[in-house]
Nanobody
Framework: QLQLVESGGGSVQPGGSLRLSCAAS????????IGWFRQAPGKEREGVSC????????NYADSVKGRFTISRDNAKNTVYLQMNSLKPEDTAVYYC???????????????????WGQGTQVTVSS
């Protein structure tokens, strides 16, 4: 069974950090671009970041650029999202997704991705 599982979410004060993990089971992530998305209550889903299958290309939403870093460890079949300088507006459920439609690069559009995790809650509050 193909599955993505996010972990690492939690509650943190403004200015704090969290590292989210996205682990795959049932398939290897080597040939997949990975995207991180988030959705806050009452808001549309937002593409936060993505990384190409090779890891050589990354993309970030303006709202997180300079604060978040996406990386991948194909040996561990896992992708990470390091989130620093967190703000209350970063509060959301974060999802990872895998897509094999693009050989080079990645895009932060949900339609590019075929497999989705169940999400992990991130809450930033004082």
């Amino acid at each position: 069974q193909l599955q993505l599982v996010e972990s690492g979410g939690g509650s943190v004060q403004p200015g704090g950090s969290l590292r989210l993990s996205c682990a795959a089971s049932g398939f290897t992530l080597d040939y997949y671009a990975i995207g991180w998305f988030r959705q806050a209550p009452g808001k549309e889903r937002e593409g936060v970041s993505c990384i190409s299958s090779s890891g050589g290309s990354t993309n970030y939403a303006d709202s997180v650029k300079g604060r978040f870093t996406i990386s991948r460890d194909n040996a561990k079949n896992t992708v990470y999202l390091q989130m620093n300088s967190l703000k209350p507006e970063d509060t959301a459920v974060y999802y990872c997704a895998a897509g094999a439609r693009r050989v080079l690069g990645c895009r932060r559009q949900a339609g590019e991705y075929d497999y989705w995790g169940q999400g992990t809650q991130v809450t930033v509050s004082s």
